[in-house]
């Protein structure tokens, strides 16, 4: 087993559950340190709190998703004493070869038993058919769906006809209670965009200065809701009236709260397979209306040169219990890619991938898969933000001719002369910002490179410009943040 700090990491469920597993190894808490004569399974003794120490093992059968054991109480997995144990496998410290244990023996025969079940069952690496609704349950759902919507829809006619001036004297609690109606009605997407509401108005009511840009971003929100609520009705009046009560290749399932199961994705022809991806960037963000951290990673196919991204959402209340992600290097190939519907970047998951490093001729490829020039990537992104329920930006790769300042912006040069100008998105706050780290780069941009970025339309100046996150050069990518 090849074991490196950056595995032993992606592995850990949070930063601090891998900190704590490296103090524990630096400080000696293992003992009786044992291994296979394969080398597929490590196990030790750990030094807890109580008077017994904990059994720990990890088992590389699987060596992209090792299973990990321990028999302290911790709801997180792994555990810090799992994590620990790999430390101490990197650290290579030294493991007697043993006979693997009775309790594990069994416990692997019992896994691998599980595993030929499923694999007879529905074919198996692939998710299993999504089994038919429950018709009545099913009706009475969309029929709540449609009186949802209803009341949504008042409230957005009576924002729209009365003006957005009337927001600094509305109550925020008034947004919150509809919100929270609107989730009984099993209507989260917009139940979120009405939460967004109330932060607007919070945001005015706290700080006048900022009105100008909240009622911006309230108008933005009003005209996507208004959208999905006309479109929405459509949708699922024709459902009704067609007795179909599956998920289908639709965006307006998930704009309207549908929460997407690898099977469904299968059963629609939402998946890719032998896809080959490598990272290009990684972000976390938290979503104040839903409350969660937002983990994203921005990708691209070396084979076809589209752009997708990952989405890992972690619930302030559940972040324990919820793995995090991580920056990832190299290149990931994946049996089966599922693809959410939608128009421009699309997210993506998949259930099992093995990692390797990119090879040169894979890394040179990398800034050829940028759009043929900016007026090509433009057209492209006009195209996509001019639908109401879509994000107002879009993943591109553009060919660099040379970056540097006009005035006093960054701004990028493609090869054929055309230029945009490079900014950091407002939205993202300065957590995210970007384009001052252009300057810090250790050496010049070589011909033939990429700049992989959001490109967004600025209010300020009615113009599309790019939030650059990534230089893609034919050596190496160099992250702008993360």
């Known amino acids: 087993m090849n074991l490196t700090e950056q595995f032993i990491l992606l592995q850990a469920p949070n930063p601090a559950a891998a900190e704590n597993g490296r103090k524990l190894s630096k400080k000696g808490s293992f003992s009786a340190h044992k291994r296979t004569e394969d080398g597929a399974l490590y196990w030790a003794e750990c030094a807890g709190s109580g008077k017994n120490p904990y059994r720990v093992s990890i088992d590389f059968t699987n060596q992209d ?3 990990c054991r321990c028999s302290c109480p911790s709801r ?16 290579a410290k030294p493991f007697e070869t043993a006979e693997m244990p009775q309790d594990i023996a069994e416990k692997r025969a019992r896994q691998a038993a599980r595993a030929a079940k499923k694999a007879a069952g529905d074919g198996g690496d692939k998710p299993a058919k999504p089994k038919k609704p429950n018709a009545a349950a099913r009706k009475k759902k969309l029929a709540k769906q449609l009186e949802g919507l209803d009341m949504a829809e008042r409230m957005v006619n009576d924002l729209l006809t009365s003006g957005l001036g009337t927001l600094a004297g509305s109550s925020a609690q008034t ?8 989730g009984s009605c099993y209507l989260t997407g917009p139940q979120t965009a009405f939460t967004r509401i109330a932060l607007t108005v919070r945001t005015v009511q706290k700080n006048p200065e900022q009105a100008d840009a909240a009622y911006a971003e309230a108008l933005r929100l009003l005209v996507a809701l208004r959208s999905t609520i006309k479109k929405g009705r459509v949708f699922l009046e024709g459902k009704l009236e067609a007795g179909d009560y599956s998920a289908e290749d639709s965006a307006l399932f998930e704009a309207l709260g549908g929460v997407w199961k690898l099977e469904e994705l299968q059963a629609v022809g939402a998946v890719k397979e032998n896809a ?45 219990h919820v793995k995090g992600d991580d920056s990832r290097f190299g290149l990931l190939e994946i049996p089966a890619l599922y693809i959410y519907p939608g128009e421009g970047d699309r997210r993506v998951r998949w259930d099992s991938a093995s990692t390797r490093p990119l090879t040169a001729p894979e890394h040179a490829g990398l800034p050829r898969l940028a759009q043929p020039d900016l007026t090509a990537a433009v057209k492209l992104v ?28 960054y701004t990028l040069e493609d090869p054929q002369g055309g230029r945009i100008a490079l900014r950091d998105r407002p939205e993202d706050g300065p957590g995210h910002a970007c384009v001052e780290r252009l ?33 893609i050069t034919p050596d190496e990518i160099l992250r702008l943040q993360y």
């Open 65 to 67: 998703a090792p299973t």
């Open 76 to 91: 997180q997995f792994p555990c810090k004493h799992a994590l620990g144990l790999m430390f101490e496998m990197l650290a």
């Open 175 to 182: 947004f919150d209670k509809l919100a929270k109606d609107l």
């Open 276 to 320: 080959r991806l490598a990272q290009l960037s990684f972000d976390v963000s938290l979503d104040d209306a839903r409350r969660e951290y937002v983990e994203r990673g921005w990708w691209i196919d070396i084979d076809s040169g589209e752009l997708w991204q990952t989405l890992n959402l972690r619930p302030l209340k559940a972040l324990k």
């Open 382 to 409: 006009k195209g996509k933000i001019k639908n109401t329920l879509a994000p107002k930006f879009l993943a591109v790769l553009l060919p660099v001719g040379r970056i540097g300042r006009v005035g006093d912006e």
């Open 439 to 471: 300057g810090m780069l250790p050496r010049e941009i070589p011909a033939g490179s990429a700049l992989f970025g959001l490109m967004f339309y600025d209010g300020r100046d009615k113009a599309l410009c790019l939030h650059p996150y990534s230089v």
